[in-house]
């Protein structure tokens, strides 16, 4: 079950989009405006609403870190806002100066997609803010970027889903996807792997033939690529003009033009939570918060209304990185890498090692000196000459890593390098995250591969998931 908490009324007209970053939402509408609200306590900020369009605001999307917000308008303009400031940062005309519909910035934020009315479809360097290439298709209302920010889905009026490169290559087209045409789609956001190297994405994308569908779409080491239909979700009677996955793609939401909101569960692909209080009108826009158990929705009577998802918890602790369990006393409540000099001596005692309490207390070794231990370190730094000692002290370590991970630290919240938790997550251009430090490292030695995938990176560039980076932090404070 859900409940609105909040119902915001301060758009003059149809709500067209909405969308979350770590610590705003942003409402855009035919009013012309932007609205920029506290994700918190949703109170709307004093630069708020940005007026800036001059005519409907169609869609709007956050930077990563948050710090920017783009918006795109029937004034043929994308405008990129200071989310500090509430100013214009640019200006962007699209070609022709045709309407635009749709705009989306990639994971990394090194791209931005815009399409208009005409079929023209932009792509931009988001840093310079410079036009890199165009192209004609059909009219455009849906685009995704896949979470390794290298190539994006567009969805048209014709029915059509086309995967592009940033190259304006077209890699597949399905024709069809949905009759009447498409209405919105979205990219889950992991990647996942295959048979024979195989490299999996999940998209979700909905149309006026009613449905909520879900594809797989393959590549392969040869470069090749194909697209599959893994679901079709007939929950809903009308139209359905929204969809989007949870930060880490458990979850699945859409809003559908019979008023309804439906939230499915991503894996097992079951309708868990109805959210009540439907509005007055169609359903137009839907999000995720990315921290916490909100949605957003947006809809035709101008309101957005804001709901916490209170049914299905198990799913919604796993899927957005909350604990409700009361943390247990002494040092089992904290992380490996948060224990003191004392809480590694007492763990020493409890392991039957406590021959080696005196070495480890000289050398001032707390919880994370105690994880990078390494056998090398254990001989020279620690003297310790007994190599059947060293050898079950590191086993006893690794022990402690593996069970981090049972004792309820979720997954996501681990180094898939290091298998530690992450203190300065940033996002890889495989779409992972990773400790920095550790993927820096990955790269200057491992030949630019992508530890998940090990396919080349096509680039470097590293940007900080502060999004992934506030949920530890509320986690650890949960424990």
Known sequence: ?????????????????????????????????????????????????????????????????????????????TLVWSMVTGGIEAVLEHPDRSPVRICALSPNAAHLVSGASDGTLALWDFHSKRLTGGVRDTTMVACS??????????????????????????????????????????????????????????????????????????????????MVLLHTLTGQTAPVFCCGYSSDGQLLVSGSVDKSVKVYDANIILDIIHVPDSPCRYVTACAFHPTAPLIATGSMDKTVNICLLEDGCRVLCRSLAFSFGKATAGRSKLLVADWSEGDVSEWLVEEGLQGLVDKFKANNIDGTELLSLTKEMLASELGIESVGLRGKLLRKVEELKSGSICSGVPDEFLCPITRELMREPVIAADGYSYERLAIENWIHTKNRSSPMTNLPLLTTLLTPNHTLKMAISRWKTSQ
Not at 16 to 27: G, I, R, V
Not at 37 to 52: C, I, Q
Not at 166 to 194: E, T
């Open 1 to 77: 079950m859900a409940s609105v908490v909040c119902t915001l009324r301060d758009h003059q007209d149809d709500i067209n989009w909405c969308a979350f970053s770590a610590k705003l939402l942003a409402t855009c509408s035919g009013d012309k405006t932007l609205r920029i609200y506290n994700a918190e306590d949703f109170s709307e900020l004093p630069f708020s609403p940005l007026k800036g369009h001059s005519y409907s605001v169609h869609c709007c999307c956050f930077s990563p870190c948050g710090q920017f917000l783009v918006s795109c308008s029937t004034d043929a303009t």
């Open 145 to 226: 970027f896949s979470p390794c920010s290298q190539m994006f889905m567009t969805g048209s009026t014709y029915g059509d889903l086309r995967l592009w490169d940033l190259h304006l290559n077209q890699l597949l087209a399905k024709k069809d996807a949905h009759d009447l045409g498409v209405s919105c789609c979205s990219f889950a956001p992991s990647i996942l792997s295959g048979e024979n190297s195989i490299v999996q994405f999940h998209l979700a994308s909905c149309g006026q033939d009613c449905h909520l569908k879900i594809w797989v779409i393959n590549k392969f080491t040869s470069g090749g690529f194909d």
